[in-house]
């Protein structure tokens, strides 16, 4: 099995001697082979299927085999099928009275009669054509696997930048929430005093309610992990998808718990950042 990181998407074509053979692979949740092939190569599929499971681990692959030319093709005449069709139309001429004799064409018009041998098979010369053919599908793969990786670390960079920013707008919002929870009580109560061990108890409460280091402590582990994983030679998409709905969850929670507009503007960058991941990962193996 392929042990690099790669796109579902991918072509590859080959053409060899009397063989022709093109190939296309796109997304799907596991591996799915599906083979349009002349029915002298039926024999052959479950051949093709098992070289295919080897190099791939998940893709629709469609592999269409262009049917092999012969220069002599010989025709047999199914002989007991045509006498069998020549009774009937003198027994149903005789039946209904009809004065016309049953001519040849009238047979020659009955094409399952008629039977092509089967072409000689160069059995080796075909699955030399199909290796080629897949070699380069997952040429295609790999490169645009390589794309997808730079695209999706690209945006985990923004990311980064994204929940630092968090970090420091919930520090300056620590600092400054005493601040603004005694300018709102002296909205509602005036010239009143304000009971000093109150306010530090409400400000307490308020960090408390708010606070989101245990949040941002898992997004930075699920990041680390991520990233792990995007180095991976291994098959990486589904792993990948699982670490981003991890990553979803949290930023959700910090999302709720945000009292700052600044952390709330950056939660919304990094949801949108997330989803475009998401989309990406989709197409890796």
């Known amino acids: 099995m392929v042990m690099t990181p790669q796109s ?19 997304n799907h949740k596991n591996l799915d082979v599906q083979i349009n092939a002349p029915s002298y190569l039926f024999s052959c599929e479950p051949g093709i299927k098992k070289i295919v ?11 269409y085999v262009r049917k092999q030319e012969e220069d ?17 139309l003198v027994s149903l001429r005789d039946e209904l009275s009809i004065s016309d004799n049953i001519k040849i064409d009238i047979l020659a018009s009955q094409r399952d009669i008629f039977l092509a041998d089967e072409p000689e098979i160069d059995v080796s010369g075909f699955y030399a054509t199909l290796e080629a053919a897949l070699e380069e599908l997952n040429k295609t793969r790999v490169e645009e696997g390589e794309n997808l990786i730079h695209d999706i670390t690209e945006r985990i960079r923004l990311i980064e930048q994204y929940t630092a920013n968090i970090e420091q707008n919930r520090a300056e919002f620590t600092a400054v929430a005493r601040e603004r929870l005694q300018e709102r009580l002296k909205e509602f109560l005036g010239d009143l005093q304000i009971d000093e061990h109150r306010l530090i108890q409400e400000t307490a409460i308020l960090v408390e309610k708010s606070d989101i280091t245990e949040e941002i402590v898992r997004i930075k582990s699920h990041m680390g992990h ?9 098959t990486i998409g589904k792993k990948l998808d699982f670490i981003i709905q991890e990553l979803r969850r949290e930023i959700n929670t910090i999302g709720s718990k945000a009292q700052d507009f600044g952390i709330a503007n950056n939660v919304v960058e990094v949801k949108h950042e997330l989803e475009k991941i998401r989309e990406q990962i989709q197409n890796l193996q």
């Open 8 to 26: 579902m998407t991918g072509y590859g074509r080959d053409i060899s001697g009397k063989f022709r053979v093109e190939i296309r692979s796109s």
């Open 72 to 88: 002599n093709v010989k025709l047999k005449v199914n002989k007991p099928l045509a006498r069998e069709y020549y009774n009937a």
């Open 53 to 63: 499971k080897k190099k791939f681990s998940r893709g629709r692959i469609e592999i």
């Open 226 to 234: 991520f990233e792990q994983t995007l180095k991976s030679a291994d």
